[in-house]
């Protein structure tokens, strides 16, 4: 597809380049308004030297800049995930791996083949999520211990926010019939009042203990695993959330090392802020891995009715839960504020939603200008919607999450405030800035998906209804603003990226399609054929 004269020693390091890059041969979608494409790209190092006509790129580029014609394939300004969890994502491809389930049944059987496999020791998966299944319900222990009698299994819905433990697992954590659930969490009953499995939320820690913690060798290996799917895949960098301070530690040294050449801002857990709450923003000798602020969960998922609601869930009692006491989520904003960190707080329901902007209300104290992030914002009254551009918050949103939840969301909202749901166009209407990214491993990780959920508002499989309130798709414009510039507006960096500009850093992402014409069920098509970041390419085609 494309004439390179690059060889990449292998899929995670990342390459050397000295000297021009030509980019010519197809459309170049800068992402500047007064300028919206070109006809060549000049990078020369880690910078944009030049944007405009190839003629003119020519006669600027020195006399051994490599020459890449794109064939007609599409280039862009780097593709951002602006909220997804890295270490999530290699671990997922190395352990077992269960977004493809498709029922209760699919998913014993993919219990019963790992444990056929892999004969000792607990087991743990990640991936499964009920909502399309035929059986309409949670897997529980039985089905677990149908699958892998008398072992240990932990699986981890596909949000991260419940698991289901077989009663080996139950057992071994010591949760019995008259364990209480902690604050923000539930423990699922079954019809005889003994614990069926599902942990929610905070009870999900009760069976932490009985899987062994990824070595840090194995960490180590899925990061480099993340860094090169995430290239192959056309992102050029993410935010990644909720970073413990050792994974933090890895990423930094495979940055050094060149095992790894995506950008990433990362915010961290509690548990491992110490040195941003106190110091402030940092950058890694490389320049890619940036320390932003601290990650807060506000409340739950919808899907398994943790999202914190104004009004009762419509297919079944509560309100949600609460994740963070108001007093530690104060005193954590208060310590970042004072040093200039960035807050990204987790809120999914409407309720969720008007705590976390009356606490960042409340802490800022009329500064706009801290861009402190709601991650998800998914369900927001009419009444707050307006507040996020008032006080100068980001929603940090995942296009990729309607085109699942809008599914089931209608019953659990009930259709009086469902348009309150994956509001884009109304956030864009407002004045907020939409950083969009797929969360991944809950979702994906695809930019083509981000791009089709955000354009097109369909299912994957074509399917949408009113339900799915079409008016919220946004233009394709707006889509490439949400997954490039926008996400680095939301990480104090769109001085240096986001658009394709001279002077700014050359962070570029093909698509073998143009993604700003084709049809929208031909995104889901296209294929990432090169990618580039700080002006090395990190992942070619062949």
Not at 63 to 81: E, H, M, S, T
Not at 163 to 191: H, N, Y
Not at 194 to 215: E, F, K, N, R, T
Request: contains cysteine; negative net charge.
């Amino acid at each position: 597809m494309l004439t390179l004269a690059v060889l990449l020693a292998c899929a995670g390091a990342v390459p050397a380049l000295a000297g021009d890059l030509l980019i010519h041969g197809g459309p170049i979608h800068t992402g500047v308004a007064a300028a919206p494409t070109a006809e060549a790209l000049l990078i020369r190092d880690d910078r944009i030297a030049f944007v405009g006509a190839l003629a003119a790129a020519r006669a600027k580029a020195a006399k051994d800049a490599r020459d890449v014609d794109l064939k007609g394939a599409a280039a862009f300004p780097g593709f951002v995930d602006a909220h997804a969890h890295l270490t999530g994502i290699g671990l997922r491809e190395l352990t077992l791996n269960l977004d493809q389930t498709t029922s209760v049944e699919s998913l014993v059987a993919a219990v019963k083949a790992y444990a056929a496999a892999h004969p000792d020791g607990p087991i743990f998966g990640r991936g499964w999520i009920e909502t399309h299944w035929p059986e309409k319900r949670f897997p529980n222990r039985a089905d677990l211990d149908r699958a892998a009698p008398g072992r240990v299994v932990v699986l981890e819905r596909a949000d991260g926010h419940a698991v289901v433990a077989s009663t080996a697992a139950l057992a071994a954590a010591g949760v019995i019939r008259d364990t209480a659930a902690p604050a923000g969490g539930q423990i699922l009953k079954g019809p005889d009042g003994a614990p069926d499995g599902m942990l929610i939320d905070h009870a999900q820690s009760l069976v932490a203990g009985v899987i062994p913690p990824p070595s840090e060798a194995l960490k180590r290996q899925a990061l480099e695993k993340a860094g090169a799917l995430y290239a192959a895949r056309g992102w050029t960098g993410l935010g990644n959330m909720s970073v413990e301070a050792p994974d933090l530690a890895i990423l930094q040294d495979l940055a050094t090392e060149k095992r790894f050449g995506l950008r990433v801002d990362n915010y961290m857990d509690p548990s491992g802020a110490a040195q941003v709450l106190a110091k402030g923003p940092s950058t890694d000798a490389t320049g890619l891995i940036r320390v932003r602020g601290i990650k807060l969960y506000m409340d739950g998922a919808l899907g398994s009715r943790g999202a914190a609601l104004l009004e009762p869930y419509s297919d079944a009692e509560g309100l949600g839960l609460q994740l963070t006491p108001r007093d530690k989520g104060l005193a954590l904003m208060k310590q970042a504020k004072a040093v200039g960190a960035q807050v990204a707080m987790h809120a999914i329901g409407d309720r969720g939603n008007r705590m976390a902007l009356d606490w960042f209300e409340e802490s800022l104290a009329g500064d706009t200008a801290a861009r402190w992030r709601i991650e998800h914002a998914q369900i927001v009254a009419d009444a707050d919607l307006p507040r996020f551009a008032k006080l100068g918050v980001i929603a940090s949103m995942q296009p990729s999450h309607a085109i699942g939840d809008l599914y089931f969301a209608p019953a659990r909202l009930g259709r009086a405030r469902l348009h309150e749901g994956y509001r884009w166009k109304d956030f864009l209407d407002s004045g907020a800035v939409v950083a969009a990214g797929s969360d991944a491993p809950v979702e994906v990780g695809d930019p083509r998906i981000e791009f089709y959920a955000a354009v097109y508002r369909h299912s994957l499989d074509g399917f949408a209804n009113a339900d799915w309130s079409p008016e919220e798709a946004v233009s394709r414009d707006q889509a490439l603003r949400m997954l490039t510039w926008a996400p680095a507006y939301a990480a104090f960096a769109e001085t240096d990226r986001g658009t394709l500009e001279a002077g700014k850093k050359a962070d570029v992402t093909v698509f073998s399609k143009d993604l700003m014409t084709i049809a929208p069920p031909e995104i889901l098509k296209v294929e990432a054929v090169l990618t580039i970041v700080n002006g090395k390419v990190v992942f070619e085609k062949r």
